[in-house]
């Protein structure tokens, strides 16, 4: 009989998640997630809804990535495909299950396995070749316009139909959780569809990085050299502001965009300012930054927000009432990547409980955990870290590694991650743009501290008093 998949790199991500999240997420969320397949840098899961993929994408596969890269000692990305199949084995193996492996359970199917019978390869087992990194979901289709978005999402759409013409460099910029990586990945996905041989390059300003101190350090610049100067017909940068101050990343970034732009090549660019902003760019950048068009990203009249909830259920074929997506449009202004978290949690709950979906439902879901009196926010937990330690919420969100800046960093990191919802990537990108890898090992330096360091033990517990009295 064939057995599903198992990698110890898989089963380990999964086994410090289910340590995290609690019993009953990991079962509705992690248990149903299936591994296909780890080859290279690409691991490919399935989920039996797009309910569960989408959950499972925005809140934890950020995490089992930084796992996997523990693991495999190189970054890896996903690939996941929504298999209604596996909800039926799903919970025919509920029956027979040791409920406390951390693995999946179902058993597999010859479509789970990515060959069929005949050992033609299924859809799965051949995946268009997308440029790695991209998301599926985030293209242009699944994007709602509206006023707030209109011109960033025109001029994407006018830079992936001309690419390297009118719109070049493209800059967008805009809060979080607004869309600008979403319509950066629509770019990439748009081009593909396009001409399938553009050479794209997706990839966040960390990253850049990171690939480019390895290089420098193994000696391999040429390779990285001729992955983004030369074999490259399209670049997109998502969260440039991360490389300000960085001197040699910044004096590369710089040879890589004038190679690139004197070559007519589309270049597109994310950040959460404008150019002029960034503090630590350098001027050269910024005015080449500015060379094209810069696009700004609001956050979303109601309008918007409306449709943005009745795209995002209509994707996962459920029914959502006027008076409900009312409800939770009026709720949750300011960020998209919120109003998708309240909806599936909306969604998750009244499933879970078995609860009829009214707005009455929605109020007390969602007023549960945002009552803005009480609602302990990244931003209250850097003040109070601040405040704590006498150091600037500017310095929390810096990049100064000095002791005296970091530890209460690492602290405001952890504790944001304990008192808040906000997933690792948020939390990067409100202090200033870091990786969301940067936010996990604060969290785990820190949670180890909290049983070993005197200190850092007293400070938790007293920041934590100041952010709850009660
Ligand atoms: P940012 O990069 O600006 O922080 P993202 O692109 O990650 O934000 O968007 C956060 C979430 O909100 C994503 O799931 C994205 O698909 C969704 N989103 C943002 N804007 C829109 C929109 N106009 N239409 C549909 N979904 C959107
Ligand atoms: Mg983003």
Not at 12 to 35: D, H, S, W
Not at 109 to 135: H, K, M, Y
Not at 426 to 453: Q, Y
Request: glycine letters at 4%.
């Amino acid at each position: 009989m064939n057995s599903r998949p198992e990698h110890p790199a898989w089963n380990q991500a999964l086994a410090q998640l289910q340590a995290r999240v609690g019993a009953q997420t990991f079962e509705l969320c992690l248990e149903p997630i299936a591994l296909r397949n780890i080859e290279d840098n690409l691991i490919s899961l399935a989920a039996p809804s797009r309910f569960i993929k989408d959950w499972f994408e925005d809140h934890y596969l950020a995490e089992v990535l930084v796992e996997l890269e523990k693991v495999c000692g190189h970054p890896m990305t996903a690939q996941i495909e929504v298999d209604p199949e596996l909800e039926a084995a799903h919970s025919a193996a509920d029956d027979n299950q040791s409920p406390d492996v951390p693995t999946v359970s179902a058993a597999p199917t010859a479509s789970e396995t990515g060959v069929t019978a005949g050992g033609a390869p299924s859809e799965f087992a051949a995946p268009a070749r997308r440029p790695r990194g991209l998301i599926n979901r985030y293209d242009f289709s699944s994007f709602i316009l509206g006023a707030s978005n209109e011109l960033a999402a025109s001029a994407a759409r006018a830079a992936s139909e001309n690419p390297g013409q009118r719109f070049n460099p493209l800059f967008i910029y805009g809060g979080v959780g607004l869309g600008k990586t979403h319509l950066l990945h629509a770019v990439g996905h748009a081009l593909y569809e396009r001409d399938p041989t553009t050479r794209i390059s997706y990839i966040s300003a960390e990253q850049f990085m990171n690939e480019f101190v390895t290089a420098v350090r193994q000696n391999r610049f040429d390779e990285f050299r001729s992955r983004y100067r030369n074999d490259c017909d399209c670049l997109l940068v998502d969260d440039i502001q991360f490389i300000a101050g960085r001197d040699r990343t910044m004096d590369e970034f710089f040879h890589v965009f004038n190679s690139l732009y004197e070559a007519g090549k589309q270049i597109v660019v994310t950040a959460d300012c404008v150019p002029s902003q960034m503090k630590g760019m350098e001027e050269r950048l910024t005015s080449r930054l500015n060379w094209g068009l810069v696009a700004d990203i609001q956050a979303p009249d109601l309008e918007t927000r409306l449709a943005i909830l009745y795209e995002k259920s209509s994707r996962e074929s459920l029914a959502l009432q006027p008076e409900v997506a009312m409800e939770i449009a009026k709720h949750v202004k300011s960020n998209v990547r919120e109003l998708e978290g309240a909806l599936l949690r909306v969604m998750a709950l009244a499933e879970l409980r078995g609860a009829n979906l009214s707005p009455e439902f929605v109020r007390e879901v969602l007023m549960l955990r945002s009552d803005p009196q009480k609602a302990v926010t990244v931003e209250s937990i850097q003040k109070a870290v601040a405040q704590y330690f006498t150091v600037k919420v500017a310095d929390l969100k810096g990049s100064r590694r000095h002791r005296a800046i970091s530890r209460p960093r690492m602290i405001a990191m952890y504790l944001s991650r304990e008192l808040t919802r906000a997933s690792f990537p948020e939390i990067g990108m409100r202090f200033g743009g870091k990786d969301h890898s940067t936010v996990i090992n604060a969290c785990k330096r820190i949670s180890a501290l909290e049983n070993d360091d005197a200190d850092t033990e007293t400070a938790l517990t007293s920041i934590r008093a100041r952010l709850s009295p009660s």
